[in-house]
């Protein structure tokens, strides 16, 4: 069994009210969050007032989670690289140039992509140059379907066994209550980080995920060593976090309606003359005013960081439900507008 954890709980009475933002502001469980939001200028200052038990869950949970994981990331590497082979493989039958231009390029990756779809299902191309490629590439594809559909298996019995698994963890009842995001979605994020509830505040899961901010730089790949060990950035986990974030914004609920108003921020502070792009404005039904007028293609930039902060809060959530510091850790639309200006 694991053995207790103590965690502290803040000082009500050294409290900002400005920074009441670590909950979300609601009708319900004001002491709760009364005593949770502490801090100046975004440091969260935690005082003792009393301690209370805190139960993980059992670390050998936490650790076949991380192998599923693990497995599961290895799986959908071999995959994909196999579907890149196919890919480059119809590429040569479509007669790929080396001397082709950037925009050449893009085209003729677009048509090896759909093209192997069409050998993939069976179907026969419309075009004639399509048809021909298709013939030439047609057993190349077969096999390299044939074998990614044992991958596919194996894939799909341990995505299985994470959903069960992450049905036991302690933030089973947000992922219920959260529109867009799953129990698959919350497995590999325990995969990637491990118990969430050992991480001494949301800042250090932020950082694990890929998305803090040090000596006033956003973690990123660098060719500097020093950098690199001190940003401790890891691709696949910043990936897996940031499908969770873009899945969230795929459905409408509370952190979609977070991301508009803080989607309108950005675009705000990007000012009139930034470089515009069409970009979730449809997906996600909504526009930027401006000037009086509406706008549905966003910087791509601003759109970045809308996404980055709807996963901040997101992790920030899980860490709450996680330690059961409070049971509410929804957020409606009359609170969204205060947080999304923080």
Known sequence: MSKPLIIEKPNIESRDPKRMLIMPPTTENRSDRAE????????????????????GPAPELIHTIMELQAARAMLMRSQLRLQNQAAAYVRRCLGFDVNAT????????????????IIE???????????????????????LQVARQPMEEMRKKLEKRLIE????????AFVESTPGFSYLGLATIVGEC????????????????????INGEAQQRTTDAEKAILFGYNPRRRSVI?????????????????YRHRLAREVEKAGPDHATIRYLG????????RAGEEYDSFSIHACRRAQ???????????????????????????????????
């Open 36 to 55: 949770l939001n502490s801090g100046v200028a975004g440091q969260r200052r935690f005082t003792t007032v009393h301690k209370i038990e805190y139960r």
């Open 102 to 117: 950037e925009k050449e390029r893009a085209k003729l990756k677009k048509e090896s992509t759909a093209l192997v779809k």
């Open 121 to 143: 299902a069976g179907e026969t191309p419309k075009s004639d140059d399509h048809k021909a490629a298709a013939e030439a590439a047609a057993a190349m594809v077969s096999v």
């Open 165 to 172: 698994l992450a049905k036991t963890l302690p933030p089973a």
């Open 194 to 213: 491990g118990d969430i509830g050992g991480y001494r505040n949301p800042s250090c899961l932020w950082k694990r995920m890929g998305l803090g901010c």
């Open 242 to 258: 940031w499908m969770a974030g873009y899945s969230l914004l795929m459905q409408e609920g509370p952190y979609r309606d977070l």
């Open 282 to 289: 449809k997906k996600i039904r909504t526009s930027v005013k």
């Open 308 to 342: 980055r902060y709807v996963e901040k809060r997101l992790l920030l959530h899980l860490w709450l439900a996680w330690k059961g510091i409070s049971a509410r850790t929804k957020i409606n639309l009359n609170s969204v507008k205060r947080i999304a200006d923080e």
